[in-house]
């Protein structure tokens, strides 16, 4: 396994449709619903690595036997009294690659991204009911509020969602 922030997509495009179409077919909440097609997951990408192009975004990929298996992407705040933020978005891990604890590698490779970008507060948002509530926790993260009826599955349901907050230590390493 090997954690990766990345620079360039392109590389990897192939994998990540792949990825995200597998984590949209599973019901993740990550802001598509199914069905999701391998062109609008390509173009979704495309326009993640324009973000990547301009700083105003940062990824970080698992690759498992030269296959990205998991992602998850940093946005960067732009406001001059946010700067010390930033929203950690679109955790996702492949099917057959999770219950390996790869969520929370990506998690704390966005803690050491952030400190090592003097970012030192974490905001998120997660489903209520997602899986990935409890792991939030453990890693440290604090519930700050819920909102009902905030997202929509693909039957139409809508769900709840909690918002998360963790303040970390700034560090002058480099991510590599």
Same mark, same amino acid.
């Given at each position: 396994?090997?954690?990766?922030?990345?620079?360039?997509?392109?590389?990897?495009?192939?994998?990540?449709?792949?990825?995200?179409?597998? #984590?949209?077919?599973?019901? #993740?909440?990550?802001? =598509?619903?199914?069905?999701?097609?391998?062109?609008?997951?390509?173009?979704?990408?495309?326009?993640?690595?324009?973000?990547?192009?301009?700083?105003?975004? +940062?990824?970080?990929?698992?690759?498992?036997?030269?296959?990205?298996?998991?992602?998850?992407?940093?946005?960067?705040?732009?406001? #001059?009294?946010?700067?010390? !933020?930033?929203?950690?978005?679109?955790?996702?891990?492949?099917?057959?690659?999770?219950? &390996?604890?790869?969520?929370?590698?990506?998690?704390?490779?966005?803690?050491?991204? #952030?400190?090592?970008?003097?970012? +030192?507060?974490?905001?998120?948002?997660? !489903?209520?009911?997602?899986?990935?509530?409890?792991?939030?926790?453990?890693?440290? =993260?604090?519930? =700050?509020?819920?909102?009902?009826?905030?997202? !929509?599955?693909? &039957?139409?349901?809508?769900? &709840?969602?909690?918002?998360?907050?963790?303040?970390?230590?700034?560090?002058?390493?480099?991510?590599?």
């Amino acid at each position: 396994m090997e954690l990766l922030k990345v620079d360039d997509l392109n590389p990897y495009l192939n994998d990540l449709v792949e990825l995200l179409c597998d #984590a949209v077919e599973s019901g #993740a909440p990550i802001g =598509f619903l199914p069905p999701l097609s391998e062109p609008e997951a390509k173009a979704y990408w495309l326009s993640i690595n324009d973000e990547l192009q301009v700083n105003s975004r +940062q990824v970080l990929l698992v690759r498992e036997e030269d296959k990205i298996v998991g992602s998850v992407q940093i946005a960067m705040s732009p406001k #001059a009294n946010a700067l010390h !933020r930033c929203d950690v978005e679109k955790l996702m891990v492949h099917t057959q690659a999770r219950e &390996n604890g790869l969520g929370s590698i990506l998690m704390q490779g966005v803690e050491r991204v #952030a400190a090592a970008m003097q970012r +030192q507060l974490l905001i998120l948002e997660v !489903r209520s009911d997602d899986i990935a509530y409890d792991m939030y926790v453990k890693l440290g =993260f604090t519930p =700050f509020g819920e909102v009902p009826n905030y997202t !929509r599955s693909a &039957n139409g349901a809508l769900h &709840n969602s909690t918002f998360f907050f963790k303040e970390i230590e700034l560090t002058h390493e480099v991510f590599s």
